[in-house]
């Protein structure tokens, strides 16, 4: 038998085992408590005995009911619906409670998008629900919430499928083993016009005391051919005479020019360089702050891209006297084939946004566009420029519902709509997936909910979706979107999605941390229509690994 409790604490839910309504310590061992002025609805309440070693079991929830179960309007509409599968043939529905004091949810399973066909079921009071033994087939299926007013508006619609080929098959490419052969941790890939990957590792390579704060070399990049043979193409070394001498750190991907070179930046010693197929490194330019992005080749045959933090204007190669660029919170900037650079535009942290780290899209009315990760009101924006330099904001995050703070670069769909993720927002705080119009018009189109937890078991109301997306979306042939998250998921390494221009969404792999890599950070589409991504842990010994993915059905 444990001590005697100090103080109680109640909690009052709009369904079973929630505490979205109270939470809160009665502050003394009162076994009695009065509220006053409680709206009509249904309450799921229960009581936890707290004292000093802790806080004791919950007792059963109690339903009480206020005003007779009478209610002003429906429901409103549930969020976030996802469908699992285990063992095969059972399927695992769950989803958010809705508001309005709902009595009770029904499920709605159809054979095609909208429809109800195979089956209608209640689920009782209960935010999530278990079917077994489940034929075959590709289901729709979305829920509703009911009480005495009537039902409320469907939940996104989740697709799952049983049995057959669902896609979505992960397999380990290449598993990053570090210093000083091999890279490590964040990279990206991009396939060249020879069928093979040339890609980005942050870290890895030469041990360098010039980058022995990460302990994996100054990074490197490489060739992947399709099965799997990788081979070392550039290997950057840093200067310990001044750190920023020399280009070191290349985060984002590789663009492969009409000339046939590829081209990219680095985050410190920032810099524009090029490279040879062959692994012929030349530097461009040095940039005014450091580069996290791909960049991108206009019609102009210029390369343009962001820096996330600094203003105009770069440093000169020679370095034997301090260099100081101007100041500002990133920019968007122009460099030709040649190395010649210019600043289109400089951010401040005003409304405008700052740190771009999300890099551009070439859009098809021949401007960029792109997102900053903070500024105006602290959870970033989304702007449109011209390749000559105007500039306008079309968006600008709350970090409400609409999410917040996004890393990932645009993808503009074939509707002509742009598509992207922020990593933060909402009141999970775990991202979202979002369409806007080139004009600005903004639609929410997915809420992440999923944290990583410490094991599988499924957690009742608990969408296990994924959380922080940070890679690229990437368009399917379908019109549907692909997408990977960097952690949540059912066990904690990340997941990846597909998701309708109307915002259906279904979860179609979970990465474990095993050769496949976990928490991934970059995705691609290649000429064999499998998907290929980088995955930041994981692997061999835990550095990170290149992946592929089946297309999902």
Not at 140 to 157: D, I, K, L, Q
Not at 439 to 449: D, M, P, R, S, V
Request: hydrophobic content about 35%.
């Amino acid at each position: 038998m444990g001590c005697a409790p100090t103080a109680y604490i109640i909690q009052a839910g709009s369904a079973p085992g929630l505490s979205n309504l109270a939470n809160f310590s009665t502050g003394n061992t009162d076994t009695s408590f009065s509220a006053s002025g409680v709206g009509n609805g249904s309450y799921y309440i229960r009581i936890i005995g707290t004292n000093a070693a802790g806080a004791g079991g919950a007792s059963p929830d109690v339903v009480l009911t206020v005003g007779n179960g009478s209610c002003t309007a429906a429901p409103g509409a549930s969020a976030s619906l996802t469908v699992s599968v285990s063992a095969s043939t059972t399927l695992t529905f769950a989803w958010l409670a809705a508001s309005g004091s709902p009595t009770s949810y029904t499920l709605q399973v159809g054979s095609s998008a909208g429809s109800s066909n195979l089956a209608v079921i209640n689920a009782g009071n209960a935010t999530s629900y278990t079917a077994t033994g489940v034929p075959n087939g590709t289901y729709y299926a979305r829920v509703v919430a009911v009480n005495a007013c009537g039902t409320g508006p469907a939940s996104n619609e989740s697709v799952v499928t049983v049995g057959g080929s669902a896609g979505g098959v992960l397999s380990a490419l290449h598993g990053f083993v570090g210093s000083p052969g091999d890279g490590s941790n964040w990279s990206t890939l991009t396939q060249g016009a020879d069928g093979n990957f040339y890609g980005t590792s942050v870290t890895g390579g030469p041990f360098s005391s010039a980058c022995s704060t990460n302990l994996f070399g100054c990074g490197l990049l490489f060739k992947l051919t399709p099965s799997g043979a990788f081979t070392v193409l550039y290997t950057f070394t840093g200067s310990t005479a001044f750190h920023n001498a020399t280009p070191i750190y290349p985060y984002g991907a590789l663009v492969q020019a009409t000339d046939g070179n590829f081209y990219g930046t680095t985050s410190e010693g920032p810099a524009v360089f090029k490279m040879t197929p062959s692994g012929s490194v030349t530097l461009l330019t040095f940039l005014g702050g450091g580069s996290y992005a791909k960049l991108v080749q206009a019609g102009d045959g210029n390369f343009y891209g962001t820096t996330a933090a600094g203003g105009s204007g770069a440093c000169s190669p020679d370095r034997s006297a301090v260099c100081l660029v101007n100041s500002g919170s990133g920019t968007v900037f122009k460099v030709t084939p040649g190395g010649t650079l210019s600043t289109l535009k400089v951010f401040d942290g005003g409304p405008d946004g700052s740190a771009p780290y999300g890099g551009l899209v070439l859009a098809s009315d021949g401007n960029l566009y792109g997102t900053t990760r903070t500024g105006a009101t602290g959870f970033g924006t989304v702007y449109r420029i011209t390749t000559g330099g105007s500039f306008m904001r079309l968006y600008t995050f709350t970090g409400g519902a609409d999410g917040g703070n996004p890393y990932a670069p645009l993808l503009q769909g074939s509707d002509g709509n742009l598509y992207g993720s922020t990593q933060l927002g909402t009141s999970f705080n775990v991202g979202t997936i979002f369409k806007i119009t080139t004009a600005g018009t903004f639609t929410t189109l997915h809420i992440f909910h999923g944290y990583s937890v410490p094991d599988g078991a499924p957690r009742p109301g608990i969408p296990l979706d994924g959380a922080y997306p940070g890679a690229p979306l990437v368009q399917a042939p379908d019109g549907s979107f692909v997408g990977v998250t960097a952690g949540g998921g059912a066990l904690s390494g990340g997941t990846a999605f597909k998701i309708t221009s109307s915002g259906a969404y279904s979860q179609v792999a979970v990465f474990s941390g095993n050769a496949e890599g976990s928490s991934p950070i970059w995705l691609i589409r290649a000429s064999d229509g499998n998907y290929y991504g980088n995955g930041q842990y994981g692997g061999v010994v835990n550095q990170g690994a290149v992946f592929r993915m089946t297309p999902p059905q």
